[in-house]
């Protein structure tokens, strides 16, 4: 099997779908958060936009250590800052599978938070786990849109506001 293939065609479909949602975005919506608790928009999409690059991440270190400073989030505003930050960390995270070997994903990899262990996987497990978490956090934004009446592409289909496949 040829994880690595999949893994980058399963990046690109999630890309191309990601960006109909990105084209989309209600610039004027970047503060809008349903809940309390909840991210703000722009910060979530940041987030999603982030998450592409991630295959990179995984595939070059050995871990992520959130108390040593090295990952700060980007601060974007604009439509077409999160457009081109998507296009960017797709390519970053599409070379990196090109350039790896099926050996590559036993390794390890861990989240930490100054030195402590938060999560541990192999790096197969990581980049599974980062590309559920685009899946997952692309939902929350289309809550977000239906909460502000922004129409929904399809995303592994049709949507109620876009018939065709």
């Known amino acids: 099997m040829d994880t690595l293939s999949q893994f980058k065609n399963e990046l690109e479909a999630e890309?191309?779908?990601?960006?109909?949602?990105?084209?989309?975005?209600?610039?004027?919506?970047?503060?809008?958060?349903?809940?309390?608790?909840?991210?703000?928009?722009?910060?979530?999409?940041?987030?999603?936009?982030?998450?592409?690059?991630?295959?990179?991440?995984?595939?070059?270190?050995?871990?992520l250590d959130f108390g040593s400073g090295d990952y700060q989030p980007k601060q974007l505003s604009t439509k077409e800052d999160l457009l081109q930050a998507l296009d960017q960390n797709f390519k970053s995270g599409k070379e990196a599978l090109e350039n790896a070997n099926e050996s590559d994903l036993n390794a390890s990899w861990a989240l930490k938070n100054n030195g402590q262990e938060l999560a541990k996987w192999t790096k197969y497990e990581s980049i599974r786990h980062a590309l559920n978490q685009i899946t997952h956090h692309r939902a929350q934004l289309g809550v977000y849109y239906r909460l502000n009446d922004i129409p929904l592409p399809g995303s592994y289909g049709p949507s109620a506001d876009y018939q065709s496949f």
């Open 15 to 63: 890309y191309q779908t990601t960006r109909k949602f990105f084209e989309t975005y209600p610039h004027e919506k970047n503060d809008y958060a349903p809940h309390e608790k909840s991210m703000k928009l722009m910060p979530l999409a940041t987030h999603i936009a982030e998450i592409f690059e991630w295959p990179h991440t995984m595939l070059k270190t050995s871990e």
